[in-house]
Antibody, heavy 118, light 107 residues
Framework: EVQLVESGGGLVQPGGSLRLSCAAS????????MSWVRQAPGKGLEWVAN????????YYVDSVKGRFTISRDNAKNSLYLQMNSLRAEDTAVYYC???????????WGQGTLVTVSS | AIRMTQSPSSFSASTGDRVTITCRAS??????LAWYQQKPGKAPKLLIY???TLQSGVPSRFSGSGSGTDFTLTISCLQSEDFATYYC?????????FGQGTKVEIK
């Protein structure tokens, strides 16, 4: 069974940093693109970033380019999202997802809440 | 960027009703479309991919159709557990985009 467990969320001040982690199990992690998708409170879904199986390609939504970095450690079956220069509008539940093909997040974790506030 | 527009944004229905949600892409996406169901406080759950392929384990009352720019999700006989918010998503090109969601409420 595919399992994705996010961690690392919390309260951070504007301009601060946070690193999210996603522990994957139940599948061959190194064989899949992986994504982060977020959902602001009471709002819809927004794709944030994805990363190729070997980490050689990474894509980001424009609003986080230059501030967020996606990475992975295939030896640890883990996905990461380093978030710097956080803004109030980054407040959201962040979901880790396994992509069945590029840009198609088919399996989702339970999410971790990031709150950016002073 | 491709924009996805769902209609309606919300509506009320009764158990047993046949309901249809539409999703329109701002440009052609072939059949690179998925539908998700989300309940409050939970992660989205994949229902349909490739516009019309039912995900394993999803009840057959759910169906999807369309290609190009116009797509529909149909629930043939609404059950109590189907009251939720539904999202379409294109995975044809960067950046992948979701519709704004359609909330199905109990009448």
């Amino acid at each position: 069974e595919v399992q994705l467990v996010e961690s690392g969320g919390g309260l951070v001040q504007p301009g601060g940093s946070l690193r999210l982690s996603c522990a994957a199990s139940g599948f061959t992690f190194s064989s899949y693109w992986m994504s982060w998708v977020r959902q602001a409170p009471g709002k819809g879904l927004e794709w944030v970033a994805n990363i190729k199986q070997d980490g050689s390609e990474k894509y980001y939504v424009d609003s986080v380019k230059g501030r967020f970095t996606i990475s992975r450690d295939n030896a640890k079956n883990s996905l990461y999202l380093q978030m710097n220069s956080l803004r109030a509008e980054d407040t959201a539940v962040y979901y880790c997802a396994r992509d069945w093909t590029i840009y198609f997040p088919a399996n989702w974790g339970q999410g971790t809440l990031v709150t950016v506030s002073s | 960027a491709i924009r996805m527009t769902q209609s309606p944004s919300s509506f009320s229905a009764s158990t047993g009703d046949r309901v249809t949600i539409t999703c329109r892409a701002s440009q052609g996406i072939s059949s690179y479309l998925a539908w998700y169901q989300q309940k409050p406080g939970k992660a989205p759950k994949l229902l349909i991919y490739a516009a019309s392929t039912l995900q394993s384990g999803v009840p057959s009352r759910f169906s999807g159709s369309g290609s190009g720019t116009d797509f529909t999700l149909t629930i043939s006989c609404l059950q109590s557990e189907d009251f939720a918010t539904y999202y379409c998503q294109q995975y044809y090109s960067y950046p992948p985009a979701f519709g704004q969601g359609t909330k199905v409420e109990i009448k």
